[in-house]
């Protein structure tokens, strides 16, 4: 997953080593989240679609869909989170 825009050297120059090490970190955490979260979704939608195709699905794969889909949008809100704190 492509990480956020860096900041300009103008302003990283004038950071100290503490600021730039939570920089990366938080640099490093965002594409993470934001991988966990394309993976979870993709998962969701993947067996979203196999479900699809069987005419009487029981209940435990309907359970198992809507724990992958709930999954999905965990990994979501961390994702949105992080980014937010990288924002800020």
């Given at each position: 997953?492509?990480?956020?825009?860096?900041?300009?050297?103008?302003?990283?120059?004038?950071m100290s080593k503490t600021e730039i090490t939570?920089y990366e970190k938080l640099q490093k955490e965002?594409?993470?989240?934001?991988?966990?979260?394309?993976?979870?979704?993709?998962?969701s939608v993947d067996y979203g679609r196999t479900?699809?195709?069987?005419?009487?699905?029981?209940?435990?794969?309907?359970?198992?869909?809507?724990?992958?889909?709930?999954?999905?949008?965990?990994?979501?809100?961390?994702?949105?989170?992080?980014?937010?704190?990288?924002?800020?």
């Amino acid at each position: 997953m492509k990480g956020p825009k860096p900041l300009p050297k103008k302003i990283t120059t004038k950071m100290s080593k503490t600021e730039i090490t939570k920089y990366e970190k938080l640099q490093k955490e965002w594409i993470k989240t934001g991988e966990d979260m394309v993976k979870a979704q993709a998962d969701s939608v993947d067996y979203g679609r196999t479900l699809d195709k069987i005419k009487n699905p029981t209940a435990a794969q309907k359970k198992k869909d809507q724990k992958l889909i709930n999954a999905g949008f965990r990994a979501e809100y961390f994702a949105f989170k992080k980014a937010d704190e990288y924002d800020a």
